[in-house]
């Protein structure tokens, strides 16, 4: 099995981010509650995707790439921070957003206009027109450049959040569960196979914050970043463990996350956001009144950012 060494990565984030029980939280739901905080990676305003890019954009460096174009919602955290660690790496962020969420100037939009990032507004559902979009762009630029899919969600973007995992495994603590948000699948998939390989008593739980079939796209994430890593172990259904948490739409607040939001930030102080990370927090809730977790066992929620959506929607 390949050691992540080997693969090309540049250092963008803030790393290893720090783990803590949240006590008030623990406290209030008679469940230890840890928290480690991917909001805090260093570049923009932090979040998962930072991990993500480490690997893609080294990838696409070493290609010789001048231009990166990603996608994602009008109000898309990884399109931003994708801007952001591209415009540190001397490549212009070009982002083809879904006309689709808050696309006025604010949240994620105004920091894009900060950072004077170049946005066009595609008005389609299908990433694959969009993609094609990106090839015409690009080849009228006629300057190399370098497609990163949305999210960062695939093998080579899964590398960051099996990183993540090695993280968690040397911080001297066994956890039963690992719940974090699932919106595209990479991190969930990361976080899974890393368990899988690294975490045997963890239980990863992804909580979906979308309607996409991620029964199937986790575990194919997760058998094409085995591929990659060139490990043999066999990934099963078994393997992905997912709770619909999506409530109205995607993009769409619902009840149950903004009751967590305010929960996080009255208690502990911590942000979380209406679109992922407070829909995925309402579900750790709703797991702890179902009794999904035995007395004595530890949770740790991965908080993944998004604190410029905040920005943009009504918590």
Do not use: W
């Not at 070009?94 to 004077?116: P, Q």
């Not at 690009?138 to 995992?165: F, M, R, V, W």
């Not at 209406?274 to 929620?301: C, N, Q, R």
């Amino acid at each position: 099995m390949r050691d992540l060494n080997e693969f090309p990565r540049v250092r963008l984030g803030v790393l290893p981010t720090r783990i803590r029980r949240m006590e008030q939280i623990s406290r209030t739901l008679g469940v230890n509650v840890y928290i480690k905080r991917d909001d805090l990676t260093g570049i923009g305003l932090g979040g998962n995707k930072v991990r993500k890019l480490e690997f893609l954009l080294a990838d696409a460096r070493a290609k010789g790439a001048k231009v990166v174009f990603t996608t994602g919602g009008a109000q898309s955290n990884h399109a931003m921070l994708t801007a952001a660690c591209a415009n540190k790496l001397g490549m212009k962020p070009i982002l083809l957003l879904k006309k689709r969420g808050v696309t006025a100037c604010k949240g994620n939009r105004f920091l894009e206009s900060l950072m004077d990032t170049e946005v066009h507004y595609i008005d389609t559902d299908d990433y694959g027109e969009i993609y094609a979009e990106m090839d015409r762009m690009g080849q009228a630029l006629g300057l190399p450049y370098y497609k990163i899919p949305c999210g960062g969600s695939n093998a080579l973007g899964c590398l960051g959040y099996y990183a993540c995992a090695e993280e968690i495994s040397q911080v001297g603590i066994t956890f039963d569960h690992i719940i974090c948000a699932t919106g595209s699948g990479g991190t969930h998939a990361g976080l899974a196979l890393g368990a899988k390989l690294l975490l045997p008593r963890s239980k990863v739980t992804g909580m979906a914050v979308d309607s996409d079939p991620f029964d199937e796209i986790v575990p194919r994430l997760m058998r094409q970043t085995a591929e990659l890593l060139e490990s043999d172990i066999p990934i099963t259904s078994e393997d992905v463990h997912l709770r619909n948490m999506c409530g109205p739409g995607y993009a769409i607040p619902s009840e149950e996350g903004n009751a967590a939001v305010r929960l996080v930030a009255q208690k502990e102080g911590i942000f979380l956001d209406p679109v992922y990370t407070g829909k995925a927090f309402a579900g750790l809730i709703e797991m702890v009144k179902e009794g999904a977790f035995a007395s004595g066992e530890k949770v740790l929620f991965v908080h993944t950012g998004g604190a410029g959506g905040l920005f943009a929607l009504e918590a």
